[in-house]
């Protein structure tokens, strides 16, 4: 078994031809550039259960030799890693037999074996070229190819950056540079991911942030690593859905900086500095231009869409209704004008090599040093309690702060919700993971309490707005009176979820604390 360190780059076909002759890329050959014909194909279940496992099986031809792959993503490998097993078969059906000692042995059996199927395969030629980086040997690969499934397939067009000797700082220079050079953007999805998608035919939809496992012994500095890449991840690989306009698409996505920004707030002394403090307004740039999209999409959708099914008899609630779709639309189109720009390709490829390598990592001053090398585990106490202690401190004063203080408190809550998800592994214990749901059931509740609070006073500031528009717009008395009637509605729920708030908290004070 060995760990792949692997980075991954998207690049347009006429790019990719111009890689190949880059003089000083070639200056750093370190070997004969080879090129192979490489035609894999992929196993799982009918229900994909290898997938859902974190699991990959494949067979690739390369020339006369059938090599059987099985790959594990889990968390333990660190950032940019994952668990590799590879041996020459004669066949090309799977043998699980030497699957014995890999991640996939868990799940032999005979009924998997009556079960495996090829889903897709991958047809690619690759050019792979050796290279001399620093003091690291780096395997660069240049594929163009497609994967098919069925009568579907889809373009490959990829430059594949793999650490074979030394440490991922050469191999983040080595990318910083190929960005100077070529339209390089990060790779978010593995050539598998997409092959699902395309098997499922799902290559549009919105993708849930995946589940987040770390090593018990990781270190604090790998831990923020993992974590990063996990929600990087998450935020590109939506990247699609987005483009297409798909409303959930744009929430996942917009969900995706802002699990980012929270974990940075998490590690924030350890990545104290100009670089993260740019990488911070990028996140938060993306999530403005996503803002729109989806806080108009929200108000039609579960409130102004039953309100006036409850309604019908109020024409009011239709112009309204219509105004505020324009407003979505345009909320959407800024959405894909964002992703598609050059902006939003360098921040995502900046962020990913700040993960990597960025100066948070190779910073010698001992306290960040020692920061980074503490035990994720004695951290992830430390914060835990600590924010669990501010939010109910507050929670009993709900009724004497002011909407824009108990936003304040509904922020705290969704950063300790992504804390939990980012942190629980550590705590792996039955005891500890039953504890966790519990916790996690009681956040949510709490969270969805004062997210209605603030929606009621964000739907009162936009009430104001149509009451006293900038510019006069036909039937503005009448929107302004459908909005007012939408508010008045919602005020009638404040009590209640404040109340529902002060539930939680109480709940949550009483909560066993799963990483005690």
């Not at 194909?41 to 031809?61: E, P, Q, S």
């Not at 942030?209 to 929600?231: H, M, P, T, W, Y």
């Not at 916790?439 to 009430?463: C, P, R, S, W």
Request: aromatic share 6%; with cysteine; charged share 35%.
């Amino acid at each position: 078994m060995s760990i792949e360190v692997e980075l991954k780059l998207a690049v347009p076909p006429r790019a990719l031809r111009k890689a190949a002759r880059l003089p000083w890329l070639n200056r750093l050959a370190n070997g004969p550039v080879t090129r192979k014909k490489l035609v894999s194909v992929y196993f799982d279940t009918a229900k994909f259960k290898l997938r859902d496992n974190g699991l990959t099986l494949r067979i690739r031809k390369v020339g006369r030799k059938r090599l059987q792959t099985i790959k594990a993503t889990d968390g333990t490998a660190g950032p940019a890693g994952r668990k590799e097993w590879e041996e020459e078969v004669a066949s090309a059906r799977p043998n699980l037999k030497l699957a014995r000692h890999t991640a996939l042995a868990p799940f032999v059996t005979r009924k998997l074996k009556r079960s495996l199927r090829p889903v897709f395969e991958t047809e690619v030629q690759r050019i792979v070229m050796p290279l001399r980086v620093g003091d690291s040997d780096v395997e660069l690969a240049l594929d163009r190819g497609r994967i098919k499934s069925g009568r579907r397939h889809e373009t490959i067009s990829e430059i594949e950056l793999e650490l074979k000797r030394g440490n991922r700082t050469d191999i983040a220079r080595l990318a910083e540079r190929l960005a100077r050079e070529l339209p390089v953007s990060y790779g978010a999805r593995a050539k598998s991911e997409r092959g699902y998608a395309l098997r499922a035919n799902e290559r549009h939809k919105p993708a849930d942030a995946e589940e987040i496992v770390l090593d018990r012994d990781a270190s604090a500095g790998d831990a923020l690593a993992v974590i990063g890449l996990s929600c990087l991840h998450h935020l590109a690989a939506n990247e699609d859905a987005v483009r297409h306009g798909v409303p959930e698409g744009v929430h996942q996505m917009r969900v995706g900086p802002r699990r980012l920004r929270a974990a940075i707030s998490l590690f924030g002394e350890m990545v104290k500095g100009s670089e993260t403090e740019q990488i911070k307004t990028e996140l938060k740039w993306l999530g403005e231009q996503l803002g729109a999209a989806r806080d108009f999409d929200v108000l039609v959708e579960e409130s102004v869409a039953p309100l006036r099914k409850a309604s019908p008899g109020k024409p009011e609630l239709k112009l309204l209704e219509t105004d505020l779709k324009k407003k979505r639309d345009k909320g959407f189109d800024t959405a894909k004008a964002a992703v598609a720009s050059e902006r939003y390709r360098a921040a995502v490829l900046t962020t990913a090599l700040w993960l990597i390598n960025g100066k948070w990592l190779n910073d010698k001053a001992s306290a960040i040093a020692d920061a980074r090398a503490r035990p994720a585990r004695a951290f992830a106490r430390d914060v835990l309690d600590r924010r669990t202690g501010k939010i109910i401190k507050n929670i009993g004063k709900l009724d004497d702060l002011s909407a824009g203080e108990r936003h304040k408190v509904r922020i705290a809550v969704k950063k300790l919700r992504y804390a939990t998800d980012f942190l629980g592994s550590l705590f792996p214990k039955r005891k500890a993971r039953r504890a966790r749901k519990r916790f996690q059931k009681t956040l949510e509740a709490l969270q969805d309490a004062l997210g209605t609070l603030n929606d009621i006073a964000v739907h009162e500031t936009l009430a104001r707005q149509f009451a006293h528009p900038r510019k006069r717009s036909s039937k503005r008395p009448e929107k302004a009176f459908a909005m007012g009637v939408l508010t008045g509605r919602e005020q009638s729920h404040a009590r209640a979820c404040i109340a529902a708030a002060g539930k939680a908290g109480a709940t949550l004070s009483k909560t066993d604390y799963f990483w005690r």
